[in-house]
C-alpha cells in the first residue's frame, strides 16, 4: 500500500506486482511532463515523457497516465523488478519558458518486495 | 563516455570555506543547469545557463555564483559555506533551452561541518 512516511511517500509491491505512482502538478500552463528515476548515489534518470497534447503514452513496462482536468500524472510500472527499486520524481515544464528548467515533484520511494 | 560528469562526487568541508564544483557535458546542449537536492530529496532549480548566458538565478544566495568558461562547462563556486548549504548538487543539460533530452549527472555530496 501507499503511506506518507516523515520524508517521501513509499510504495511498497511484491515483485512481478504492477505499481501506480501518482502525481499532482502545480503549474496549469505545464506543457511538458516527464518521470524520473532516481536510485541511490545516481542523477535522475529519464524514464518517460508526455506532452499536454496527449492522455497516455507507452514505453517498455511504463505507462504514463495525463489527466490536465485535475493536474495529475501517473506512472504505471507493469511486472515490477528488483532494480526499479528507486525514488521517482514526476517534473513539469512549460515549453515557452525557454531554459526555465524543470519543476519537480515531492518524489515516492518504490520499494519492490522479493 | 560519461555524458554530463560532475567533481567531485563528494566534498566535506568545514563552515566558511570556499568551494568549487565542476560540471562538464559532451552531448553539445547549449543549456547547463544546477539543482539541489536537499536532504528529504526535494529537487529545486538554482540557476541555468543558455550558450555561457546567464537565464535563471533563482532565489539562492549570492554567496553561489555559477561560471560558464564555454556551453560545455558550467562550475559552481560557494563562498563562505553554512551548515545549510549541505545537499546533493545536480548537473544538466539540454539541448537548446527545451527540456526534450534534458540529463542529469549523477551528483555532488557536499557535506559542511
Known amino acids: 500500500g501507499e503511506s506518507v512516511g516523515l520524508h517521501l511517500p513509499t510504495l511498497s509491491v511484491q515483485e512481478g506486482d504492477n505499481s501506480i505512482i501518482n502525481c499532482a502538478y502545480s503549474?496549469?500552463?505545464?506543457?511538458?511532463f516527464i518521470w524520473y528515476k532516481q536510485e541511490s548515489g545516481k542523477g535522475p534518470q529519464f524514464i518517460i515523457d508526455i506532452r499536454s497534447n496527449m492522455d497516455k503514452r507507452q514505453g517498455q513496462r511504463v505507462t504514463v497516465l495525463l489527466n490536465k482536468t485535475v493536474k495529475h500524472l501517473s506512472l504505471q510500472i507493469a511486472a515490477t523488478q528488483p532494480g526499479d527499486s528507486a525514488v521517482y520524481f514526476c517534473a513539469e515544464n512549460y515549453s515557452g519558458g525557454g531554459a526555465d528548467g524543470l519543476t519537480f515533484g515531492k518524489g515516492t520511494h518504490l520499494i519492490i518486495q522479493p | 563516455d560519461t555524458a554530463v560528469s560532475q567533481t567531485p562526487k563528494y566534498l566535506v568541508t568545514q563552515m566558511g570555506n570556499d568551494k568549487s564544483i565542476k560540471c562538464e557535458q559532451n552531448?553539445?546542449?547549449?543549456?547547463m543547469y544546477w539543482y539541489k537536492q536537499d536532504s528529504k530529496k526535494f529537487l529545486k532549480i538554482m540557476f541555468s545557463y543558455n550558450n555561457k548566458e546567464l537565464i535563471i538565478n533563482e532565489t539562492v544566495p549570492n554567496r553561489f555564483s555559477p561560471k560558464s568558461p564555454d556551453k560545455a562547462h558550467l562550475n559552481l563556486h560557494i563562498n563562505s559555506l553554512e551548515l545549510g548549504d549541505s545537499a546533493v548538487y545536480f548537473c544538466?543539460?539540454?539541448?537548446?533551452?527545451?527540456?526534450?533530452?534534458?540529463?542529469f549527472g549523477s551528483g555532488t555530496r557536499l557535506t559542511v561541518v
Open positions: 552531448l553539445g546542449h547549449d543549456t
Open positions: 503549474n496549469s500552463a505545464s506543457d511538458y
Open positions: 544538466a543539460s539540454s539541448p537548446s533551452g527545451t527540456t526534450y533530452g534534458y540529463t
